[in-house]
């Protein structure tokens, strides 16, 4: 099991830059393969991007590849999500997730949810 607080959320302009914080708790952090979700006022929770348990493999959407970065360190129990060049239909209400192989946390969800953290971007 393992318990997760988003943080590093806030109100941007558009091209601006943010970096989100996800703190794990738990002896088993490094065993999880970790993914970015996010989701806009009235839509479906999406896909961003995850990360595999040591870092060997990374999984983007189309609508952020190669202005997302996710990164870990398992030493601090951290999983980051640098956003770049932000547009305003970036804004939602992004999640930090734990699930098994990255591939399984890219096309169908995870086992464990943080709680959110709201990402507004102005046009």
């Known amino acids: 099991q393992v318990q997760l607080v988003e943080s590093g959320g806030g109100l941007v302009q558009a091209g601006d830059s943010l970096r989100l914080s996800c703190a794990a708790s738990?002896?088993?952090?490094?065993?999880?393969?970790m993914g970015w979700f996010r989701q806009a006022p009235g839509k479906e929770r999406d896909f961003v991007a995850a990360?595999?348990?040591?870092?060997?493999?990374?999984v983007y959407a189309d609508s952020v590849k190669g202005r997302f970065t996710i990164s870990r360190d398992n030493a601090k129990n951290t999983v980051y999500l640098q956003m770049n060049s932000l547009k305003p239909e970036d804004t939602a209400v992004y999640y930090c997730?734990?699930?098994?192989?990255?591939?399984?946390?890219?096309?169908?969800?995870?086992?464990?949810w943080g709680k959110g953290t709201q990402v507004t971007v102005s046009s």
């Open positions: 990360i595999s348990s040591i870092s060997i493999s990374t």
């Open positions: 738990g002896r088993t952090f490094s065993q999880y393969a």
């Open positions: 997730a734990a699930g098994d192989r990255v591939q399984v946390v890219a096309t169908s969800g995870a086992r464990f």
